[in-house]
């Protein structure tokens, strides 16, 4: 008889210790540690990492599986792809990764709006969301003149699982509105994602 009223009770007066924990923030990086970020985009060690998950890429497009495994995300509207955490990542490497892209998009002329976290949980697990969205630059409208929209939006996610690091995902959404020019080809956003370890 316990068991049907402590249910009862449970149903009615939902207890908060057992519901799906959800919460979000923003945050901010360190100037100091972009400013690491932006050294270690110029060494071996990032440069080897970027080659990497370029070729995978590149073969992945091709029907070709390498490590590490890359998802191809592509539609009229977004395009995009995600890394899988293995070797030879590092959880210190990839969290590098994740900021090195921010780090690229902005030098493509891009304006950051948000960095976020975002903590879940799903099937007993711990999911961890932090990401990056960044904009073209808001400009004011030129009678006659379409609006430029660089490549389209980005956001660049970095996905961890119970404190493990999972996998990155960067994704670019297209205007379809007629007031914007047309986006610059993807594949041209790619190359210069990871130009400087090709030049």
């Keep these: 008889?316990?068991?049907?009223?402590?249910?009862?009770?449970g149903k009615i007066f939902k207890n908060p210790a057992k519901s799906p924990v959800k919460?979000?923030?923003?945050?901010?990086?360190?100037?100091?540690?972009?400013?690491?970020?932006?050294?270690w985009i110029e060494t071996e060690e990032a440069a080897g990492l970027f080659d990497k998950v370029y070729r995978s890429y590149h073969l992945k497009r091709t029907g070709i599986n390498e490590s590490p495994h890359v998802h191809l995300f592509q539609s009229p509207y977004a395009n995009?792809?995600?890394?899988t955490f293995e070797p030879p990542f590092t959880a210190e490497t990839f969290s590098k990764l994740f900021l090195a892209?921010?780090?690229?998009?902005?030098a493509l002329?891009?304006?950051?709006?948000?960095?976020?976290?975002?903590?879940e949980e799903i099937n007993n697990q711990v999911r961890v969301t932090e990401k990056f969205y960044l904009k073209p630059p808001l400009q004011a409208p030129v009678e006659n003149e379409l609006i430029s929209q660089l490549f389209g939006n980005v956001s660049i996610e970095k996905i961890s699982v119970d404190n493990k690091p999972s996998y990155l995902k960067l994704l670019v959404t297209v205007y379809s509105d007629r007031l914007y020019q047309n986006a610059k080809p993807f594949?041209?956003?790619?190359?210069?994602?990871?130009?400087?370890q090709h030049g």
């Design 101 to 106: 892209f921010s780090r690229r998009i902005l």
């Design 187 to 196: 594949d041209q956003m790619m190359d210069r994602l990871f130009e400087t």
């Design 109 to 119: 002329g891009y304006k950051q709006v948000s960095l976020d976290r975002k903590m």
């Design 23 to 39: 919460h979000k923030e923003n945050y901010a990086v360190k100037e100091a540690y972009l400013e690491e970020i932006d050294r």
């Design 1 to 9: 008889m316990n068991n049907f009223f402590d249910d009862l009770f």
């Design 80 to 83: 995009g792809f995600a890394v």
